[in-house]
């Protein structure tokens, strides 16, 4: 069980996370989601114990991972900026990892290299981006951690290896009921592999919620009408994103989708349909970028 208690880190006068707070299960897979720079590395290293709160803690199982050693020899942080020993390779690397992880599991190791088509014996430096990232999950797989914490690991994967290193991942939580913490800014990566959602913005948890019931309160309908309707025709609806073509509405409603559905087909549409949001949709809802409009500065 690993629990986040108000974490809270400055770097100078900059805020970087402000009152985090979260729980990840054991045999869970949990997912941080936030765009560049939302503070997601620097919340995994404080997870981790490479960084110290200034306020808040960490908890691994009720022990403070920043201050218990035993705790970090059942943690494994596989960071976003990979770095390797100049001329080392998964074989001499290997020794590293055992002599300080006493699960160490070097069968473990040299059978995930095979099935990724690893060489053992290859300098990691003339590895790619990709690969070097599949080593390093292997690396913390074959360490057998209660917790996994991962960076951005599958950033640049293509889909075979994503879904391959996404099978491993699961298999496993499911074998050793671990908990791991995937950060990432690709939604898609998050959405095949986690079990729980949550979405850093603006320093801040903004949203916590199961994959399962992520869109269970959101939903998004377009209608077409006899007679043009504007955003405040709809105001008492609990509005997440409104665009009107004059009588063609589309928009994302919070709430019971079937409850808003029976609403608006009170209003008389002549057409209505109703979708499910992906997480992608409802990442940018929640962040509510600003739409820019670039052909007024190009032009």
């Known amino acids: 069980m690993i629990s986040v208690k108000n974490a809270s880190k400055k770097f100078g006068t900059k805020t970087i996370l402000d009152s985090v707070s979260f729980e990840v299960g054991d045999g869970s897979v949990f997912g941080l989601v936030g765009c560049n720079g939302a503070g997601k590395t620097t919340l995994l290293k404080s997870m981790a114990g490479v960084y110290r709160l200034d306020s808040g803690e960490v908890l691994m199982n009720g022990k403070d991972s920043f201050i218990c050693p035993e705790v970090r ?26 002599g300080y992880y006493p699960g160490f599991s070097f069968d473990t190791l040299y059978k995930l290299c095979d099935i990724l088509n690893l060489d053992r014996k290859e300098k990691l430096n003339s590895f790619s981006k990709g690969m070097q990232r599949q080593t390093e ?30 099978s491993m991942v699961v298999d496993y939580v499911a074998e050793k009921n671990s908990s791991v913490v995937i950060s990432s800014h690709n939604l898609h990566e998050i959405a095949d592999i986690c079990d729980r959602v949550a979405i850093l913005d603006g320093n801040r948890i903004i949203m916590n919620r199961s994959v399962d019931d992520i869109s269970a309160d959101r939903c998004k309908f377009r209608l077409v009408f006899t007679d043009e309707k504007t955003k405040a025709d709809f105001a008492s609806f609990d509005i997440k994103s409104f665009n009107s073509d004059g009588k063609i509405i589309m928009l994302s409603l ?22 499910p949001l992906t997480l992608e949709e409802i990442f940018l809802e ?10 007024e500065i190009f032009s």
């Open 73 to 98: 020899q059942k943690l494994f942080y596989a960071p976003d900026d990979i770095w390797f020993e100049p001329f080392t390779t998964i074989e001499k690397s290997a020794g590293f990892y055992a």
């Open 137 to 166: 999950v292997i690396f913390g797989l074959a360490c057998n951690p209660g917790v996994l914490l991962l960076d951005e690991s599958f950033d640049g994967l293509d889909p075979a290896k994503r879904n391959l290193m996404n």
């Open 254 to 275: 919070k709430g019971d989708a079937d409850e808003n559905e029976a609403r608006l087909k009170a209003m008389n549409p002549v057409i209505i349909e109703k979708f």
């Open 286 to 295: 929640e962040t509510e970028e600003k739409d820019y409009d670039f052909k």
